[in-house]
């Protein structure tokens, strides 16, 4: 156990050092078909198997709306069928994207630069772990001036989500060696990780399969939280905000006479995905000064930096910082080129952590040992995609805020098409808006209506921990087509809800 203070960090050599037998617990999202299969395969595991944790981990929601989406394809061939489903932006990458990959490419072609060298001569090879150090010094550069982190240390990841796994594979431990191994029993004394509800998926997927947990939530009990098998801890939230009052009790549950915790990470989305909620900045310092309390490591996913609508996470002591990231050394930042830059496709993301006392800070060892995993799972983010995204730096957040604002008209209309329903969330930050359907409602047979019959796809809360609430996407489509989609999305609340 290498122990920074009472932050700790993973010692785990292997992702399964113990036989654990776990109940193979179908999904939320998983179909009667797809249960059927999962089924058959387990049975005959007895030759051949396939990892528990892998089976248990929640079904990737985003195919499974565009299986339901490609059902009705035929049906809607004259009019289309608007996606509202998954978070991606309706504009294309900044022209300097574009600009760097040509440029690259045409070194690469050039024989005089291939002999002599140069960044597009080697576009084929290998870069540093931690990122391509052009792109590298673009980030700290960014990060200070943009986000107020001082003199950082940068990776670079195959997206934000391994960015994520990253983290979980890092930071948390099959066994937690602060742990009573006598007095406890297995499931009480492997690490864990805090995701409030509603979540985002692919963040319990990601614990799920690294570390387990069956109990993915569904509006998240206050009961004694050790009943939550495995390293996934689900805790609530109140409009949006995850309740700090859950999280410091849970903080001195786990607490241990050694100083460590047994919860290892605590998750925070801002702005929010699902929730399309902005926190403020004082909130946020909350999360921080209870983490800190407790050695626990807090992640901050930073994906939607741009789309903090309002400048909820405004710094008032810092004004001119447009999106500011407190600099702790307990503090990991995940960022993302996908969203803002809309580089999706490109897959390239970066964390960020605190360089504070140096080797011997929390940081820069968290850092260190993240490098392992890096070499292991990606060795490297593609090049050619570093190059785009250094590119797409050139362009600037005021280009990003440009193509922000474009979101004011389908925001709006989906909050006046989603009106009719008992309860919203949302709208202030991301590009996301959670409706609660009238009670007893399906949700996923609620979204399936929606593509057959009105001709718009949503996600179903399930997903997200929150059955009988949906998420909607307003970011997916250009302006005119997102007043279209909404209001197919009106009618199918009026008629599916029956008002």
């Known amino acids: 156990m290498v122990t920074i203070s009472s932050f700790c960090i993973s010692t785990t050599k292997s992702l399964s050092t113990r036989a654990v037998f776990l109940r193979a617990v179908q999904p939320r999202s998983t179909s009667a078909s797809t249960a059927l299969k999962m089924s058959s395969s387990t049975s005959s595991q007895t030759k051949f198997g396939i990892s528990n944790r892998a089976i248990q981990t929640l079904d990737p929601c985003v195919i499974l709306m565009k299986q339901i989406i490609s059902q009705h394809e035929e049906k809607w061939k004259d009019d289309g069928i608007y996606s509202l489903a998954q978070g991606v932006v309706h504009w294309k990458p900044p022209q300097t994207v574009y600009e760097a990959l040509a440029n690259a490419?045409?070194?690469?072609?050039?024989?005089?630069?291939?002999?002599?060298?140069?960044?597009?001569?080697?576009?084929?090879?290998?870069?540093?772990?931690?990122?391509?150090?052009?792109?590298?010094?673009?980030?700290?550069?960014?990060?200070?001036?943009?986000?107020?982190?001082?003199?950082?240390?940068?990776?670079?990841?195959?997206?934000?989500?391994?960015?994520?796994?990253?983290?979980?594979?890092?930071?948390?431990?099959?066994?937690?060696?602060?742990?009573?191994?006598?007095?406890?029993?297995?499931?009480?004394?492997?690490?864990?990780?805090?995701?409030?509800?509603?979540?985002?998926?692919?963040?319990?997927?990601?614990?799920?399969?690294?570390?387990?947990?069956?109990?993915?939530?569904?509006?998240?009990?206050?009961?004694?939280?050790?009943?939550?098998?495995?390293?996934?801890?689900?805790?609530?939230?109140?409009?949006?905000?995850?309740?700090?009052?859950?999280?410091?009790?849970?903080?001195?549950?786990?607490?241990?006479?050694?100083?460590?915790?047994?919860?290892?990470?605590?998750?925070?989305?801002?702005?929010?995905?699902?929730?399309g909620v902005a926190l403020s900045h004082s909130f946020l310092k909350e999360i921080a000064q209870l983490t800190k309390k407790y050695g626990v490591w807090l992640v901050m996913d930073n994906t939607y930096e741009h789309f903090d609508i309002h400048r909820n996470n405004r710094d008032e002591e810092n004004p001119n910082i447009p999106y500011p990231c407190l600099d702790d050394e307990h503090i990991i930042h995940i960022f993302s080129f996908s969203k803002g830059y809309a580089m999706a496709g490109f897959r390239t993301g970066y964390l960020a952590f605190s360089s504070k006392n140096g080797s011997e800070g929390k940081g820069t060892i968290a850092y260190e040992q993240m490098l392992k995993i890096q070499d292991t799972i990606a060795i490297c983010t593609s090049r050619i995609s570093q190059m785009a995204a250094l590119g797409a730096l050139e362009a600037g957040r005021e280009w990003v805020n440009k193509q922000v604002q474009t979101l004011d008209v389908g925001r709006n209309a989906i909050l006046e098409a989603m009106s009719s329903l008992e309860e919203i969330i949302g709208g202030t930050g991301a590009m996301y808006i959670m409706g609660k359907l009238p009670n007893s409602t399906d949700d996923k047979q609620f979204a399936s209506s929606l593509v057959e019959h009105f001709g718009v796809a949503v996600i179903p809360g399930s997903f997200c921990g929150y059955p009988g609430w949906i998420r909607v996407c307003y970011s997916n489509l250009p302006p005119e087509l997102c007043l279209e989609a909404a209001s197919r999305l009106k009618r199918g609340i009026l008629e599916l809800t029956n008002k």
């Open 105 to 275: 490419v045409q070194e690469n072609l050039d024989e005089d630069k291939a002999i002599t060298g140069g960044d597009g001569a080697i576009i084929h090879t290998y870069c540093p772990d931690e990122g391509y150090p052009p792109l590298l010094a673009s980030l700290k550069l960014k990060l200070e001036q943009q986000n107020g982190l001082q003199s950082p240390h940068v990776m670079v990841t195959s997206g934000a989500n391994q960015a994520y796994v990253n983290c979980v594979i890092t930071l948390m431990d099959e066994v937690d060696g602060g742990s009573n191994h006598e007095e406890e029993s297995s499931q009480e004394m492997i690490s864990k990780c805090v995701v409030f509800e509603p979540y985002y998926f692919n963040h319990v997927m990601a614990i799920q399969s690294v570390r387990g947990g069956n109990n993915c939530g569904g509006m998240a009990s206050t009961e004694d939280s050790k009943s939550n098998a495995e390293g996934l801890l689900v805790g609530p939230t109140q409009q949006g905000r995850p309740d700090l009052t859950w999280l410091k009790s849970r903080l001195e549950e786990y607490k241990r006479p050694s100083g460590s915790n047994g919860i290892r990470i605590v998750t925070i989305v801002n702005p929010g995905n699902p929730t």
